[in-house]
């Protein structure tokens, strides 16, 4: 059983920065793909941001240019900076990892306010 811990979620104001971090219990190296999605209130859950082996990050279009997605292999743990938050930035962000089949963490809130 995989597991994973969000973590960096909070309240800030429009314009600031978060960094999210997920830290998975099992060698993140293994995994096909890893990555986050986020899901608003009354929303379906949408992409953010991933990375896949072999392949550099993908971005959804809302988020190019200011968020990052990264790893650290040795922490076993994957990050999501977002710089320049925005109101509609607002939901909670799932990180996953995708292996035989795809494993979530429990989520983090962020809220942006205007």
């Known amino acids: 059983q995989v597991h994973l811990v969000e973590s960096g979620g909070g309240l800030v104001q429009a314009g600031e920065s978060l960094r999210l971090s997920c830290v998975v219990s099992?060698?993140?190296?293994?995994?096909?793909?890893m990555g986050w999605y986020r899901q608003a209130p009354g929303e379906r859950r949408e992409p953010v941001a991933d990375?896949?082996?072999?392949?550099?990050?993908n971005y959804a279009d809302s988020v190019k240019g200011r968020f990052t997605i990264s790893r650290d292999n040795a922490k076993n743990t994957v990050y999501l900076q977002m710089n320049s938050l925005k109101p509609e930035d607002t939901a909670v962000y799932y990180c996953y990892v995708l292996g035989v089949r795809y494993h979530w963490g429990q989520g983090t809130q962020v809220t942006v306010s205007s």
């Open positions: 990375i896949s082996k072999g392949t550099g990050p």
């Open positions: 099992a060698n993140i190296f293994t995994f096909t793909a």
